[in-house]
């Protein structure tokens, strides 16, 4: 295991869970109690592959009745989020330094999710490499027992393969509904999106809830 600067993620526990910004990996094999977590049982919102953190960071922000779990597998990537969570005297938003697939088919307990927001994953663009993507039939199981009826996946990518993949996938699972693309101009803009808009790249999002 590589050496982490900072805390020792396979020891934080309660009580000091609460106090902590970041969520332990030493519970890798049981799902997370969220109440435990935030010490409260506001709503979660998940974020998959949270970056530089610009996005969920602000999110919390502007609503403090809601919890947020920023789930990043670069340790340079979850430390900055950390940073700024602490900065900013957050309470509500959870960094945890994991790959985005295991925690939701791992450590979200079933029905305890209101959002999962997945922000432009990585669209491993090479044939060979499909297999790595993110969106894939196993994946949207897991997602679907994951969401709280009535919970929903926000998915946006500048990759429009990929984008075209995820909606096929998407609309061959007969479990899923598609909904009328979110307000995302009130969205928070990260440090890349805002680079990618003034080069004029165009995304693609697409807004899922399981069908009932």
Same mark, same amino acid.
């Given at each position: 295991?590589?050496?982490?600067?900072?805390?020792?993620?396979?020891?934080?526990?309660?009580?000091?869970?609460?106090?902590?910004? @970041?969520?332990?990996?030493?519970?890798?094999?049981?799902?997370?109690?969220?109440? !435990?977590? &935030?010490?409260?049982?506001?709503?979660?919102?998940?974020?998959?592959?949270?970056?530089?953190?610009?996005?969920?960071?602000?999110?919390?922000?502007?609503?403090?009745?809601?919890?947020?779990?920023?789930?990043?597998?670069?340790?340079?990537?979850?430390?900055?989020?950390?940073?700024?969570?602490?900065?900013?005297?957050?309470?509500?938003?959870?960094?945890?330094?994991?790959?985005?697939?295991?925690?939701?088919? *791992?450590?979200?307990?079933?029905?305890?999710?209101?959002?999962?927001?997945?922000?432009?994953?990585?669209?491993?663009?090479?044939?060979? *490499?499909?297999?790595?993507?993110?969106?894939? !039939?196993?994946?949207?199981?897991?997602?679907?027992?994951?969401?709280?009826?009535?919970?929903?996946?926000?998915?946006?990518?500048? *990759?429009?393969?990929?984008? $075209?993949?995820?909606?096929?996938?998407?609309?061959?699972?007969? !479990? @899923?509904?598609?909904? !009328?693309?979110?307000?995302?101009?009130?969205?928070?803009?990260?440090? &890349? $999106?805002?680079?990618?808009n003034q080069e004029g790249r165009k995304t693609f999002?697409? *807004?899922?809830?399981?069908?009932?």
């Amino acid at each position: 295991m590589p050496k982490i600067k900072g805390p020792n993620l396979m020891k934080i526990e309660a009580p000091s869970l609460l106090e902590s910004a @970041w969520l332990p990996t030493s519970r890798v094999l049981e799902p997370y109690n969220w109440l !435990d977590v &935030f010490g409260s049982e506001n709503p979660v919102e998940l974020e998959l592959g949270s970056g530089d953190g610009g996005f969920i960071l602000e999110r919390a922000r502007r609503i403090p009745e809601c919890n947020f779990l920023a789930v990043e597998r670069l340790m340079g990537r979850a430390r900055k989020i950390v940073k700024r969570t602490l900065k900013s005297n957050l309470t509500n938003l959870k960094t945890l330094r994991l790959e985005s697939s295991y925690v939701v088919e *791992h450590l979200c307990p079933p029905q305890s999710i209101s959002v999962i927001h997945i922000m432009f994953p990585d669209p491993w663009p090479k044939k060979k *490499h499909h297999k790595r993507r993110l969106i894939q !039939d196993s994946f949207l199981d897991a997602m679907k027992r994951a969401l709280i009826p009535g919970g929903t996946v926000r998915f946006s990518t500048d *990759h429009e393969e990929y984008f $075209q993949w995820a909606l096929e996938i998407w609309n061959e699972h007969p !479990d @899923w509904k598609e909904l !009328d693309v979110w307000n995302y101009e009130a969205d928070p803009l990260t440090e &890349f $999106q805002q680079l990618w808009n003034q080069e004029g790249r165009k995304t693609f999002r697409t *807004h899922r809830r399981v069908a009932s």
